[in-house]
């Protein structure tokens, strides 16, 4: 089946509270929605996220590399991954999350001309996974109250985003901790720290009796040295996100023992590489995790059934849709509390998005 067309519109969503990391903060959701169109009239659907500057593309970028991609996508296979991919590699270049969406959008669409659901795409390991939920930066009595909340709504793992202050990083984990004294702690640096401030927040933390189930990219990303260090000798798993963004960064990290655990997201690399990178990981004995940027049930959703129809993924961090004020998708999976249920989707991921 060839595609036919592809369209991009803006996808604007308010967030709840303003999400702070080390790096960024974002008040407001400007992704892209994609749309692929097969030669039947079966229309697939993506979404590229834009966080700059974790991701190179803001929504105009994204949006304008679409509508060159629509000159050159119609007529081109929709079922060869590998080729579509090479091909909007050499097309876009560093544009990844203009890739990756486009490539989620034409992997739909097959799928639905398949009459398959995607996580069966993927491989059908399993029909469901489990997420964690994400505390910001924020002060440590907002921290001690959404750990409360969530601890109510039955979320076991808390991802908290540090990176900005040690001193102030070590008092929100506390605060944490007191909200949901059970709950295992996934640490999420952005790049944010040296070695030595990862090395203190660790110590502070033990001096609590508190150690994280992981500790997410503690260094900037090309901190090669701080992060084998970190993976070799702070005794909790260290995961490579901002420092994978490829295969060939995958087989570096394998190599040289730089992490634990590697953090696929399909924005970074899109979907064929992500396979690909997975696969390494495996290889490798090396832990996974599928995270995203902050993206809608569209692209959270596709990420699911991504992780469910592999299998094996230890970490999911699938939950930026219960940080939106809005939902702006029809159909599809919806989290109900930190499950992902996908058994109920008859064809692709089920999702699409009101188009004009």
């Known amino acids: 089946m060839k595609i036919r067309d592809v369209q991009a519109r803006p996808l604007d969503v308010p967030l709840r509270a303003p999400f702070v990391v080390a790096s960024t903060r974002l008040d407001t959701v400007n992704n892209a929605s994609i749309r692929v169109t097969l030669e039947d009239g079966t229309a697939g659907w993506g979404e590229a996220p834009t966080l700059p ?3 190179v593309e803001d929504q105009p970028r994204v949006l304008s590399a679409v ?10 296979e929709a079922g060869d991954g590998l080729a579509l991919a090479a091909r909007l590699r050499e097309e876009l270049g560093d544009a990844a999350s203009t890739r990756a969406g486009i490539e989620m959008a034409v992997a739909d669409a097959q799928a639905r001309v398949d009459r398959v659901p995607l996580y069966q795409y993927f491989g059908g390991a399993s029909t469901a996974v489990r997420t964690d939920i994400t505390i910001p930066i924020c002060e440590p009595p907002e921290a001690e109250a959404l750990a409360g909340e969530y601890r109510s709504r039955g979320f076991d793992t808390i991802k908290t985003k540090i990176g900005h202050d040690v001193e102030e990083d070590v008092d929100r984990l506390r605060a944490i901790r007191r ?3 059970g709950c295992v702690l996934v640490l999420d640096a952005n790049e944010g720290y040296t070695e030595a401030e990862a090395r203190f927040v660790l110590r502070e933390l033990r001096a609590a ?3 994280p189930g992981l500790f997410e990219q503690p260094v900037a990303r090309e901190d090669w040295e701080g992060m084998g260090a970190l993976a070799r000798e702070a005794g909790v798993p260290i ?3 901002e420092s994978c963004r490829s ?3 995958a087989e570096r990290i394998a190599r040289d023992g730089l992490a634990q655990v590697i953090n696929i997201k399909l924005v970074k690399c899109g979907v064929a590489e992500s396979l690909d990178i997975a696969r390494c990981a495996r290889t490798n004995g090396l832990g996974l995790m599928i995270g995203g940027m902050v993206e809608t049930r569209l692209a959270m959703g596709f990420s699911a059934h991504f992780a469910a129809g592999l299998g094996g993924f230890d970490w999911i961090d699938l939950d930026t849709p219960y940080l939106l004020a809005e939902d702006p998708v029809r159909g599809g999976t919806r989290a109900n509390g930190p499950e992902y249920d996908l058994s109920e989707i008859k064809a692709g991921h089920g999702a699409s998005i009101p188009w004009p």
């Open 53 to 55: 500057p974790i991701t």
């Open 67 to 76: 509508q060159d991609a629509a000159a050159w996508l119609p007529g081109v």
């Open 179 to 181: 909200g949901h004294p």
């Open 209 to 211: 009796s508190i150690v």
């Open 239 to 241: 995961a490579a996100d």
């Open 247 to 249: 295969l060939a960064d």
